[in-house]
């Protein structure tokens, strides 16, 4: 992968910073270099129930740079060990839409943002603020579980007959970035394509439940050949392609946890307009109920540059 900017969340509100870990890691190994970034805003501190204006003011000047010197002490071990860190702190709200104004500006190569852990559910969660990067965000996004990091295994999950609506390309990046991952950090790759035929209980038509068994035959075998294909200009290894018969959003959550997959890789198609854009009903409840950390990947717009 060709990194050269990453840029990194950072909640002020906790001690740990996993998704500093992440990139941190990346970094090492691809002399990326780091912006870690802030994003604050307080109310009282802004509509003037508390403060004269000039007190406002002096008193978001002394939190911003609180909040700098936060970053400063972040950066500074990581500089020790010759790594290219800056630091950047913004004041406004909604907390996305600063976080996408700075994307715009630095044109980072991945976007690295924190989730949080709920009580005993050993997954992530995903916010408000993750769900608009995901809509919106135009670089790639990594979404960071609060939990152990073991950089080991990783899977893409692929549509080769593009049933959710995606580009065709966007399997060949996520299978080009999964590769590059595996290469250059010596994680084990793994490429899932899962497929559902329409379930017997379903099935009204008295020719088709006739010859239900040979359309499920058919059904796989459609699948196979579209996967194989896919795959075919890639060395795979024995073993590390998976086409396995079953819903989405049952299935890769299942297969992330038996396999023991640290970071899944998913493509992602924004529907609708503005505000109102989703990712797709079967993405998003994938999204939802994985446990482990999410590297998204968005189609690339017509004559942009490309991307990891």
């Known amino acids: ?39 604050e805003f307080h109310p009282s501190l802004e509509i003037g129930q508390l403060f004269d204006r000039e007190q406002e003011e002096k008193a978001r000047t002394s939190l911003l740079a609180q909040r700098r010197q936060m970053l400063e002490d972040l950066a500074a071990p990581l500089r020790a060990e010759g790594l290219a860190v800056t630091v950047e702190v913004r004041w406004g709200r909604p907390l996305h839409k600063m976080i996408l104004k700075r994307v715009e500006e630095l044109k980072p190569d991945i976007l690295f943002k924190p989730t949080h852990e709920h009580g005993l559910l050993k997954r992530l969660l995903l916010t408000n603020t993750c769900w608009e990067l995901l809509r919106h965000c135009p670089v790639p996004l990594w979404l960071v579980h609060h939990g152990q990091w073991q ?12 049933s959710a609506d995606k580009p065709a390309h966007l399997d060949h990046r996520l299978i080009a970035a999964a590769r590059d991952l595996a290469e250059t950090f010596g994680m084990e790759a793994h490429y899932l394509h899962c497929y559902a035929p329409l379930p017997r209980t379903l099935v009204f038509d008295a020719e088709l439940v006739e010859s239900y068994d040979d359309y499920v035959k058919r059904s796989e075998e459609r699948h196979r050949e579209a996967f194989a294909q896919l795959l075919s200009p890639y060395s795979i290894p024995d073993g590390h392609s998976h086409l396995q018969p079953g819903y989405p959003e049952e299935l890769i959550p299942r297969f992330v946890r038996e396999q023991q997959i640290d970071l899944l890789l998913m493509g992602a198609v924004a529907r609708g307009h503005l505000d109102n854009a989703l990712i797709g009903n079967t993405a998003e409840r994938v999204l939802d109920a994985v446990d482990c950390d999410l590297l998204i990947f968005k189609p690339q717009a017509q004559g942009s540059a490309d991307r990891p």
């Not at 992440?22 to 270099?33: F, Y």
């Open 151 to 162: 950089g080991k295994r990783l899977c893409a999950a692929l549509d080769p007959l593009h």
């Open 1 to 39: 992968m060709n990194l050269h900017q990453l840029l990194v969340v950072i909640d002020p509100t906790r001690e740990a910073q996993p998704a500093l870990d992440r990139a941190a890691w990346l970094a090492r190994q691809s002399g990326a270099a780091m912006e870690l970034l802030v994003c």
